[in-house]
């Protein structure tokens, strides 16, 4: 029963996967204040292809006006729009709105700067697509927007949780797979840490390629396992996922540079980011455990049965998929 659960969750994220890679891009709007009334304004906009964008556009305050007009260029299949604006006393207590939002399926990252280094960082979405600029934020404001990004990064990053996945299938045993959660947890955290801050650079579209090719190893090792070939990952799975975690973290260190961190309160936000990441992860291992004992009460119930070869789906499809990213993000260098 357990195999067949896992032919079903690893379809499942065959099928979606590609798309919940692509077509759920994120938009990204920075204030960036220069002055007590003004604005530097960044608004990236997800392109359609063929240069067509998405139809968002940012509405500021009904008394704001531009100082610049909007000046922008397609790039990498984004629309990347510069200008910058003016209020009287600032944006602070005014609501901006992205139209268009509430059409999609897409969000809307926003980041906005204060003079004093401070920032506002939050999301936007389909069901929200309006927020209110608001004075210098308190520590407990920075930990909640930052707890919840972490949270959403892990739960959209499909190539994350497929690792994850794959290291549920193939390692046997609560105690070892305890240990091997905490290595990868403890090894992402520093190499999230460790970019965040600046103290270690490295490209990110080889890091995104890497972490697709740590996908397929895992995966690899559940085929060489199902043979009766012990290999590197089961015999000693703590050690491969603390050295494939530490190139996953600097995957979640890209989406956090891509967000900032505010410079009153870096720790914080740092902080409680990763503890976000750990609870989405944690959430989605006890998503398949619920599934997994769920599944076997039905099949017990209707004697449910599967085929000799079902062992092989699961990990020939989390291979497919991340062979599939291997080449795409290759070419995108």
């Given amino acids: 029963m357990k195999r067949a659960l896992r032919f079903l969750i690893s379809l499942a994220a065959f099928v979606c996967a590609p798309a919940l890679a692509h077509e759920m891009r994120p938009a990204y709007l920075e204030l960036r204040q220069t002055g007590a009334q003004t604005y530097d304004v960044l608004w990236k906009v997800p392109g359609r292809g063929e240069d067509l964008r998405l139809g968002l556009y940012v509405q500021f305050p009904a008394d704001a006006k531009n100082v610049t007009e909007p000046r922008g260029a397609m790039v990498n299949n984004a629309l990347t729009e510069r200008w910058s604006v003016q209020r009287a006393g600032g944006l602070t207590g005014g609501t901006i709105h992205i139209d268009g939002l509430n059409a999609t399926m897409t969000d809307v990252l926003v980041r906005l700067e204060r003079l004093d280094g401070t920032t506002q960082v939050t999301r936007l979405t389909p069901s929200a697509p309006s927020f209110v600029v608001e004075a210098a934020p308190r520590a407990m404001q920075v930990a909640r927007t930052y707890l919840v990004l972490g949270v959403e990064h892990i739960l959209g990053g499909i190539d994350h949780l497929l690792f994850v996945l794959a290291l549920l299938i193939l390692v046997k045993g609560r105690g070892r797979l305890i240990a091997t959660v905490t290595a990868f947890t403890l090894a992402h955290s520093l190499t999230l840490a460790g970019a ?21 190893f895992v995966a690899a090792e559940i085929i060489r396992s199902r043979q009766g070939m012990a290999g590197l990952t089961e015999r000693f799975p703590w050690i491969v996922a603390f050295i494939f975690g530490l190139l996953h973290g ?13 410079q009153s309160a ?22 398949v455990f619920s599934v997994v004992a769920l599944a076997r009460r039905v099949a017990r119930r209707i004697g449910m049965s599967q085929p000799a070869w079902a062992w092989r789906v699961p990990p020939y499809a989390i291979g497919a998929v991340s062979a599939f990213w291997i080449i795409q993000r290759i070419a995108a260098f």
Avoid: D, K
């Fill in 196 to 216: 965040t801050l600046g103290y270690v650079h490295v490209p990110g579209p080889p890091v995104e390629a890497a972490i697709a090719l740590s996908i397929v």
């Fill in 250 to 262: 600097f995957g979640f260190a890209s989406a956090l540079n891509e967000v900032g961190l505010p």
């Fill in 266 to 287: 870096i720790p914080v936000a740092l902080l409680f980011f990763n503890v976000g990441v750990e609870i989405g992860q944690l959430l989605f291992i006890a998503a």
